[in-house]
């Protein structure tokens, strides 16, 4: 079927505004995850869903950032009161089973986000 | 604080080439290891995963994986100019009840015709 789904691929948001990023998973993928990607980085972890449970949130950078999945399959990773240093590529990756070794993560084409 | 280290590069290869990207990890227990390409502006593809020590061929691409060593590589054979990408190793966090990926920085690969 079809791939992981992102949306908007690009943002631009004025300092101090909110934005909302969506991510659609393969269907029927329990685990979800939301990477960021600072450029010339490679990813860091923000946030693990494992259906519409939020299981580790230990990577957002700080309280202005919160994620859901209320369904278990669509998420939406939310970013308030948006600072410069919030610009970066949000990947959203999904998989099958999330915690067994062999599984393998499906990334999204991602989110470009520039706070100007 | 675990960490996964590569070569951020450019590594510059002339077409036809074997092309070697390297990688370490810090955490001794992890079981699960991967390679990422990433072109410019898209999302990170597998390329490989490889779980034991030893190599893992598929097509042109061979993962090398010593985990005495803590050490990860992948051989590109014959490298083409669309191999042209960051190539990001990524490890799966063994304690981490999701299995989230901790990433290298990734290795930009230049293949030239």
């Known amino acids: 079927g079809a791939g992981v789904s992102q949306s908007p691929r690009y943002k631009v948001a004025k300092r101090g505004q909110d934005v909302a990023l969506r991510c659609d998973p393969i269907?029927?993928?329990?685990?979800l995850f939301w990477y960021q990607q600072a450029l010339g980085q490679g990813p860091e972890f923000l946030t693990y869903f494992q259906n519409e449970a939020q299981l580790d949130k230990s990577g957002l950078p700080s309280d202005r950032f919160f994620a859901e999945r209320p369904e278990g399959s669509v998420s939406t990773l939310k970013i308030q009161r948006t600072q410069q240093e919030d610009s970066a590529v949000y990947l959203c990756?999904?998989?099958?089973?999330?915690?067994?070794?062999?599984?393998?993560?499906?990334f999204g084409a991602g989110t470009r986000l520039s706070v100007l | 604080q675990k960490e996964v280290e590569q070569n951020s590069g450019p590594l510059s290869v002339p077409e036809g080439a074997i092309a070697s990207l390297n990688c370490t990890y810090s955490?001794?227990?992890?079981?699960?290891f991967f390679w990422y390409r990433q072109y410019s502006g898209k999302s990170p593809e597998l390329i490989m995963s490889i779980y034991s020590n030893g190599d893992k061929e598929d097509g042109r691409f061979t993962a090398q994986l010593n985990k005495a060593s803590q050490y990860v590589s992948l051989l590109i054979r014959d490298s083409q100019p669309s191999d042209s990408a960051t190539y990001l190793c990524?490890?799966?966090?063994?304690?981490?009840?999701?299995?989230?990926?901790?990433f290298g920085q990734g290795t930009e690969l230049s293949v030239k015709p």
């Open positions: 269907s029927g993928h329990v685990s």
């Open positions: 990524a490890v799966r966090d063994f304690y981490n009840q999701g299995g989230k990926l901790i």
């Open positions: 990756a999904s998989s099958l089973v999330g915690a067994e070794y062999l599984d393998i993560q499906y």
């Open positions: 955490d001794r227990v992890s079981q699960s």
